[in-house]
């Protein structure tokens, strides 16, 4: 049998993918948050010694695939981020979560900015300030995200060492 | 085990050494694209994902057809009959043309125009990338669907599958800022390139010069050239026409006939070099490097794109 971290964490990841994928009216979808990458953060905050460099490289991939970019643009870009987040979780930890939301929204803006930059690179670049919407939004949701994450965790979760 | 600190050299070591994987995958996977495997295991794990997302429009699909009347049923049903009686008189005459077309081609001697084979695709309700025009259907390897296959709806021509998976494809619409298609004027039998623009509703043609014969409401089909699609199917019409004479070319664009937002319904297409083969999925695998040498118009990388400039004259 799965711990029950691992299956809240399986399942909020499965969420997360569907959120990615789920039809939004037009003028939504450029607003629409990175929500894996987010999730990923907190599991990376929450569980450091399970959510390392390497699930967040698998992840990334997963996202590729669901994208239909190129292998490994997501996945660098959210390998590096949950690398800093794994590096700094004590310190994340205790910041407030307007504190917690600002660095999240450095963190979104750098792997926003490597896909961006794979994109340049093989030449189809979006052309549009819109692009970076998806940081600005998930840096406003992570209190949300944070606290209900953090309930869900608790409540399922055998150990809530935080 | 629950360590307090958990910095150390492992976590930057692992981190340098996926930098050097990501940067290698994406070398092969945008050069190559011999990854198909991995993407296809990958996307076994996604495939729950996309069947969750779909199915409430599935249901409601289902449902509608569930609970319309008997009445409506019937109506939609003579509607039909009526539709396919009008449909069967002019394939009649179709029929009789098309034998005649290949009678005479076999006077001339020229290449015999065969038959495609169809199969029905549904698109699955997913959102895939907002600044890229991707489609997923229903259908994979374990249909014979293979990477490069022309796609179409009841208007047009619609796109190609650019990545192929055993239950799912992805496909790329003409109007994608990489997606280039040999296309032909209906009136003049002028050829050229259409190139999409990243807007869904039109595409560019380029290198066209001052002094050829186009008029809007020009009618573009698929040329057949770089045989990837197949020929003679419409792409778009012509909605505007900018002649600079500052410039080289003229600035022409058209607008995609296939309804590209709302089908729900595809078809996929085998040509003629792709006979319709049931499961197997290896010799879908192989084809693309061959096209993409031979025929680079299609090939949906932007480098590549930049090439078929001197095919389009």
């Not at chain 1, 239909?68 to 643009?73: D, N, S, V, W």
């Amino acid at each position: 049998m799965l711990p029950n971290n691992l299956k809240v964490a399986l399942l909020s990841l499965f969420v997360a993918f569907m959120l990615t994928i789920i039809p939004l009216p037009g003028w939504v979808v450029e607003f629409r948050p990175d929500w894996v990458t987010l999730v990923l953060i907190y599991w990376a905050m929450a569980l450091p010694e399970r959510t390392g460099v390497t699930i967040g490289w698998l992840v990334g991939l997963m996202l590729d695939v669901s994208h239909g970019a190129i292998l490994g643009q997501h996945a660098l870009g959210l390998m590096l981020v949950i690398y800093i987040v794994h590096i700094q979780h004590q310190r994340l930890r205790v910041a407030s979560l307007v504190q917690q939301a600002i660095v999240i929204f450095f963190l979104l803006l750098l792997k926003q900015l490597i896909v961006l930059w794979v994109s340049g690179i093989v030449g189809h670049a979006p052309d549009t300030w819109l692009y970076f919407m998806p940081t600005i939004t998930g840096a406003m949701l992570w209190p949300w995200i944070y606290i209900i994450m953090r309930d869900v965790r608790r409540k399922f979760g055998y150990r809530a060492h935080y | 085990m629950q360590t307090l600190f958990l910095r150390g050299p492992s976590a930057t070591l692992r981190m340098i050494i996926f930098v050097i994987i990501s940067l290698a995958l994406m070398t092969v996977d945008h050069r190559w694209k011999h990854l198909d495997a991995v993407r296809n295991t990958l996307s076994y794990l996604l495939y729950p994902v996309e069947y969750v997302v779909d199915l409430p429009i599935r249901l409601y699909y289902w449902s509608e057809e569930v609970m319309s009347s008997q009445q409506n049923l019937l109506d939609e049903n003579r509607q039909l009959r009526d539709m396919q009686l009008q449909s069967r008189v002019q394939l009649q005459k179709l029929d009789i043309l098309e034998k005649e077309n290949e009678r005479l081609r076999k006077l001339l001697s020229a290449t015999p125009k065969t038959t495609e084979d169809h199969l029905i695709a549904e698109i699955i309700s997913v959102d895939v990338d907002p600044y890229r025009h991707f489609i997923v259907l229903n259908k994979g390897t374990n249909d014979g669907a293979y990477r490069g296959q022309p796609i179409i709806d009841a208007h047009g021509v619609m796109g190609q599958i650019v990545y192929v998976n055993a239950m799912t494809s992805t496909a790329m619409l003409i109007t994608d800022v990489s997606h280039a298609i040999p296309v032909q004027i209906d009136r003049t039998g002028l050829r050229s390139v259409a190139f999409g623009t990243g807007q869904t509703d039109y595409l560019d043609l380029r290198h066209i010069p001052h002094n050829a014969d186009l008029r809007v409401g020009d009618k573009l089909i698929s040329s057949g050239l770089g045989e990837r699609f197949p020929r003679n199917y419409p792409v778009a019409v012509i909605t505007k026409i900018d002649r600079d004479t500052g410039e080289t070319f003229i600035d022409v664009r058209a607008e995609p006939l296939a309804q590209l937002d709302t089908s729900r319904e595809v078809l996929l297409v085998w040509t003629q070099n792709h006979e319709k083969a049931m499961p197997e999925p290896e010799q879908p695998a192989e084809t693309p490097d061959k096209d993409a040498i031979e025929k680079p118009v299609e090939e949906p990388d932007k480098e590549d794109v930049e090439e078929p400039a001197d095919a389009a004259e």
